[in-house]
């Protein structure tokens, strides 16, 4: 009996390190601290985390199920590049579920609702004012998610967050450009006055307007660093 529960705690500990292993993977590859095309060395990995090599070729495996990794047969692992062909569908589809969130949350926003979104946008301003862009990105992530929430819809924005990975990639080159998160701020501001107003016309069109600015980068990201697509 003591041999099948140290066997469980053991099996139990190991599945344990592969998700933490699995976390911090896919956070360093979704916020491009591990650029595309870049390899992962399995070796390095495991000693970082005191394990053995299992748990992180578990969640190597996990991470190639989700398109954010390539095994290379004989030579290893890197870091998948972005699948350009699939953001315009990607984008499509976000922008589709968002409009109905906002039009929703400006219908029957409450004054706490409102009073938490616009405190949301200025902590954007703060992170732009750090040039913080990592604090930013979970601000915009926040923002987006209160929306859904106000909108009495918060399982969208988790949906949303299963297809997005890819985009997140890209959105995270996009951030540095020239004047971009001073303009995602200023419509995010647009957007929340919107739902104050209680004009899911308006707050509609913003929304859309907000998300096709992703894709009006593509092209020019693209061209600008052809490495990290496919």
Known sequence: MSRM?????????????????HRRLRDEIVSMRRLPGSWINEKEIA??????????????????????VEIVPKSGTIVARIPAAVLPDIIMARRALERQTVTMA????LGSEIANLRAIVERQREAEAAGDTAAFHVADEAMHAAIAATAG???????????????????RLTLPRPHRIARAI???AGIV???????PELAGR????????LSDLLDKLHEMEPDYFA
């Not at 400006?106 to 926003?109: C, L, P, S, T, V």
């Not at 819809?153 to 959105?171: C, F, G, N, P």
């Not at 913003?206 to 600015?213: Q, T």
């Open 153 to 171: 819809h918060a399982t969208i924005w988790s949906m949303i967050e299963q297809i997005k990975v890819q985009l997140d990639r890209y959105r």
């Open 206 to 213: 913003l929304m859309d307007a907000h998300l096709d600015g």
């Open 106 to 109: 400006a219908e029957k926003a």
């Open 186 to 188: 200023e419509e995010h």
């Open 5 to 21: 529960t140290n066997g469980s705690s053991s099996e139990d500990g190991a599945r344990t390190a592969s998700q933490a292993i």
């Open 193 to 199: 006055e919107a739902i104050a107003a209680h004009d």
């Open 47 to 68: 000693a970082d985390c005191g394990v053995s090599r299992t748990p992180v070729r578990e969640a190597l495996l996990r991470l190639a199920d989700e398109r954010l």
